[in-house]
T-cell receptor, first 113, second 112 residues
Framework: QQQVKQSPQSLIVQKGGISIINCAYE??????FPWYQQFPGKGPALLIA?????SEKKEGRFTISFNKSAKQFSLHIMDSQPGDSATYFC????????????FGRGTQLTVWP | SQTIHQWPATLVQPVGSPLSLECTVE??????LYWYRQAAGRGLQLLFY??????ISSEVPQNLSASRPQDRQFILSSKKLLLSDSGFYLC???????????FGAGTRLSVL
């Protein structure tokens, strides 16, 4: 059973546009929500993360919006650049599970110049 | 600073051969360690995790096994590889008090 559902599976955005990736979860015990960025042939790297008591977190061009009541969170990439082309994973952490992260299936983002 | 090493980066193995992938972490002690597999175009599947030497938890029953002989060393093994074992294997670690997992560069395994 997929604990974190991510959409879309793939996304094509024009350079300078806004990329939006959405995730949803059911388990209210999740207490931390990171996003990872993965380039081809590389391991995922932490991009940005948020706790459920915060509705928005911004780091540069990357923003997480968090809706606790709807159990949804999303990643917004402003002014998307070709260098942002990568696979993005959302994840959720549950404190009692020894650090286990539950990952979404990933979104392959392509930014056209 | 902490670093994680995985090797080899690429491996091509025949069906039925054994497997040993190694992961080591530097710059920290008593990390939680994780093995993931990523099939082509798919998400991350947690295979094993460990909270200490000799302590291994398995998430998915299969012909793979893991061991943690030292505090910062995590090994993924198989006695006989299957075609379905092909994939991108990732090791990750975290400090128990922090919710962030850090990934290694991965091993691309092709079983032919």
């Amino acid at each position: 059973q997929q604990q974190v559902k991510q959409s879309p599976q793939s996304l094509i955005v024009q350079k300078g546009g806004i990329s939006i990736i959405n995730c949803a979860y059911e388990n209210t015990a999740f207490d931390y929500f990171p996003w990872y960025q993965q380039f081809p042939g590389k391991g995922p790297a932490l991009l940005i993360a948020i706790r459920p008591d915060v509705s928005e977190k911004k780091e540069g061009r990357f923003t997480i919006s968090f809706n606790k009541s709807a159990k949804q969170f999303s990643l917004h990439i402003m002014d998307s650049q070709p260098g942002d082309s990568a696979t993005y994973f959302c994840a959720a952490h549950r404190g009692s599970t020894l650090g286990r992260l539950y990952f979404g299936r990933g979104t392959q983002l392509t930014v056209w110049p | 600073s902490q670093t994680i090493h995985q090797w080899p980066a690429t491996l091509v193995q025949p069906v039925g051969s054994p497997l040993s992938l190694e992961c080591t972490v530097e710059g920290t002690s008593n990390p939680n360690l994780y093995w993931y597999r990523q099939a082509a175009g798919r998400g991350l599947q947690l295979l094993f995790y460990s909270v200490g030497i000799g302590q291994i938890s398995s998430e998915v029953p299969q012909n793979l096994s893991a061991s943690r002989p030292q505090d910062r060393q995590f090994i993924l093994s198989s006695k006989k590889l299957l075609l379905s074992d092909s994939g991108f294997y990732l090791c990750a670690w975290r400090t128990p008090s922090i919710n962030i997992q850090y990934f290694g560069a991965g091993t691309r395994l092709s079983v032919l």
